[in-house]
């Protein structure tokens, strides 16, 4: 008799927090991968935790399974689930937590450490495929804002001429934070190669630059960040990419930047995001914001009660929508009689436009990885995963009008002559002063999710 059949353990606590190796973090997630002895459960994943700030007393809610199901039932149904990377909740056991804590915390950036650590509340997190693992090269790209804003409900035409992410670039670079000011996210999306190399070409600079340090853009080799100071990694990764340890910075950098924009231009998924981006931002912050100080000015109105019936309950601009909401809201927006006048938008519609401008955040914040390979069938397979897509929450709203204004309001110090002019090529152009009367239908207004 032999053979004794062990099932593989599935808790986190059976393996040791020595297996989980640091890969990177963002604002609300840190990322560890797994690379202890071979366990089915965790082999080939990362495992993502999420984070308090230290200033954050209040525990927040266990948001992990609804993260899930808005992934599945909500973004699925608006990108393609071949671009999305799979995902479920595990347990977490605080003393093993409590453990991996204070093991790991030396590894993360002392600038993130400052300000915020893995979130010891929690009782659950997500694992995910490792996109980065295993041989060969993978490429993050954080893309940002892919659109300019329609001008309707604008202030000012200012936002229309330089695009978000490059005034928020010049706001960082006014207060001393390396930003990524070669890069211009219309660049990337534009679909014009030579716009593209530009785009990550200047992605590449700042990554240079910053040391690193800018979440635009990372690259990790057979599972490791490369630090463009690290000489010995990028000679190592130069011979991989090049097929010589002896390429110079210039021949590099060439030679990635046009190894991604042909992965990039093979796939449709920066169009889809860009338009994702542009419709549910219909009305831009500052649109909403005035369609919510109008609702707000009604209701405070004596008027009949039956017109105040009309009117958005006011607990629609804070109460955070749930998973049946946003699945009726993505049903909606895909019903192919999904049409709103944008230009006068109705305040009945308010709680809508407020989930769509949501979405929208989380299309603007997403993250591309690409696998660079020379092998041709894992070249044919699909080479980009969209990840980052994580619902925002409704609280955010009124941080997102104070930051919109202060980046308007520092691009507006800027010289007329020296502001930047970014090229918006899926931008429908509107004649100053005529007012888009026409309603404006989603483009996705078809009664399957699109299919490529
Ligand atoms: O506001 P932005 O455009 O600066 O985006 C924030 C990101 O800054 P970035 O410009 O990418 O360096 C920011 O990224 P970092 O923390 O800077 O890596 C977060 O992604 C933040 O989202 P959340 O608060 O973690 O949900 C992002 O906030 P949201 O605006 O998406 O809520
Ligand atoms: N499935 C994955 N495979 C490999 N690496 C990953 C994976 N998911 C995330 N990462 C890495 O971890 C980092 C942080 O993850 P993520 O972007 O999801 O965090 P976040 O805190 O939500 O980010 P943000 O600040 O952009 O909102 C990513 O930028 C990426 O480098």
Same mark, same amino acid.
């Given at each position: 008799?032999?053979?004794?059949?062990?099932?593989?353990?599935?808790?986190?606590?059976?393996?040791?927090?020595?297996?989980?190796?640091?890969?990177?973090?963002?604002?609300?997630?840190?990322?560890?991968?797994?690379?202890?002895?071979?366990?089915?459960?965790?082999?080939?994943?990362?495992?993502?935790?999420?984070?308090?700030?230290?200033?954050?007393?209040?525990?927040?809610?266990?948001?992990?399974?609804?993260?899930?199901?808005?992934?599945?039932?909500?973004?699925?149904?608006?990108?393609?689930?071949?671009?999305?990377?799979?995902?479920?909740? $595990?347990?977490?056991?605080?003393? %093993?937590?409590?453990?991996? #804590?204070?093991? &790991?915390? @030396? /590894?993360?950036?002392? !600038?993130?450490?400052?300000?915020?650590?893995?979130?010891?509340?929690?009782?659950?997190?997500?694992?995910?495929?490792?996109?980065?693992?295993?041989?060969?090269?993978? $490429?993050?790209?954080?893309?940002? %804002?892919?659109?300019?804003? #329609?001008?309707? &409900?604008? @202030? /000012?035409?200012?936002? !229309?001429?330089?695009?978000?992410?490059?005034?928020?670039?010049?706001?960082?670079?006014?207060?001393?934070?390396?930003?990524?000011?070669?890069?211009?996210?219309?660049?990337?999306?534009?679909?014009?190669?030579?716009?593209?190399?530009?785009?990550?070409?200047?992605?590449?600079?700042?990554?240079?630059?910053?040391?690193?340090?800018?979440?635009?853009?990372?690259?990790?080799?057979?599972?490791?960040?490369?630090?463009?100071?690290?000489?010995?990694?990028?000679?190592?990764?130069?011979?991989?990419?090049?097929?010589?340890?002896?390429?110079?910075?210039?021949?590099?950098?060439?030679?990635?930047?046009?190894?991604?924009?042909?992965?990039?231009?093979?796939?449709?998924?920066?169009?889809?995001?860009?338009?994702?981006?542009?419709?549910?931002?219909?009305?831009?912050?500052?649109?909403?914001?005035?369609?919510?100080?109008?609702?707000?000015?009604?209701?405070?109105?004596?008027?009949?009660?039956?017109?105040?019936?009309?009117?958005?309950?006011?607990?629609?601009?804070?109460?955070?929508?749930?998973?049946?909401?946003?699945?009726?809201?993505?049903?909606?927006?895909?019903?192919?009689?999904?049409?709103?006048?944008?230009?006068?938008?109705?305040?009945?519609?308010?709680?809508?436009?407020?989930?769509?401008?949501?979405?929208?955040?989380?299309?603007?914040?997403?993250?591309?990885?690409?696998?660079?390979?020379?092998?041709?069938?894992?070249?044919?397979?699909?080479?980009?995963?969209?990840?980052?897509?994580?619902?925002?929450?409704?609280?955010?709203?009124?941080?997102?009008?104070?930051?919109?204004?202060?980046?308007?309001?520092?691009?507006?110090?800027?010289?007329?002559?020296?502001?930047?002019?970014?090229?918006?090529?899926?931008?429908?152009?509107?004649?100053?002063?005529?007012?888009?009367?026409?309603?404006?239908?989603?483009?996705?207004?078809?009664?399957?999710?699109?299919?490529?």
């Amino acid at each position: 008799m032999s053979s004794i059949a062990v099932s593989p353990p599935t808790c986190l606590r059976d393996t040791s927090v020595r297996d989980w190796h640091y890969l990177a973090e963002g604002g609300a997630t840190v990322v560890y991968s797994y690379r202890g002895p071979s366990r089915v459960a965790f082999d080939g994943m990362v495992l993502r935790l999420r984070k308090r700030a230290h200033r954050q007393t209040e525990p927040g809610p266990d948001d992990d399974d609804p993260m899930i199901d808005f992934q599945q039932k909500v973004i699925g149904r608006l990108i393609d689930p071949a671009y999305l990377v799979e995902m479920r909740v $595990v347990q977490l056991d605080q003393t %093993w937590l409590n453990d991996f #804590s204070s093991y &790991h915390e @030396s /590894s993360r950036p002392s !600038t993130r450490r400052e300000v915020d650590a893995i979130d010891l509340s929690k009782r659950k997190a997500l694992l995910a495929t490792d996109l980065v693992s295993g041989q060969g090269t993978a $490429v993050e790209i954080k893309p940002k %804002w892919g659109f300019l804003p #329609s001008p309707i &409900h604008l @202030s /000012s035409p200012l936002k !229309t001429v330089t695009c978000r992410t490059c005034m928020h670039n010049h706001l960082r670079q006014s207060s001393g934070v390396p930003p990524a000011t070669g890069y211009c996210p219309l660049d990337l999306f534009s679909t014009s190669e030579t716009r593209m190399m530009q785009a990550i070409a200047g992605l590449w600079t700042s990554w240079m630059e910053s040391f690193g340090s800018v979440n635009s853009l990372r690259i990790f080799h057979d599972g490791i960040i490369i630090q463009p100071n690290d000489h010995a990694s990028l000679r190592e990764w130069s011979r991989h990419v090049m097929g010589t340890e002896n390429a110079t910075l210039v021949e590099l950098q060439a030679a990635f930047t046009s190894r991604i924009v042909g992965a990039l231009l093979s796939t449709p998924i920066l169009q889809t995001l860009s338009e994702l981006q542009r419709t549910l931002d219909a009305l831009d912050i500052e649109g909403l914001s005035q369609l919510r100080h109008r609702v707000q000015t009604l209701r405070d109105l004596p008027s009949d009660e039956d017109d105040h019936e009309l009117l958005p309950p006011l607990e629609g601009t804070t109460t955070e929508p749930t998973i049946p909401e946003w699945i009726s809201f993505v049903e909606e927006f895909l019903s192919p009689t999904h049409a709103r006048n944008c230009a006068h938008p109705d305040p009945s519609d308010l709680r809508h436009y407020i989930l769509a401008y949501l979405l929208s955040a989380t299309f603007k914040d997403c993250s591309l990885i690409l696998r660079l390979s020379s092998d041709p069938i894992l070249a044919s397979q699909n080479p980009v995963k969209v990840i980052d897509l994580d619902p925002k929450s409704i609280r955010k709203l009124e941080q997102w009008e104070k930051l919109d204004e202060a980046i308007a309001r520092s691009y507006a110090g800027v010289d007329a002559g020296a502001r930047k002019r970014c090229v918006d090529s899926g931008f429908r152009q509107i004649p100053a002063g005529v007012p888009d009367e026409k309603p404006v239908a989603s483009p996705w207004a078809k009664s399957e999710p699109p299919v490529w």
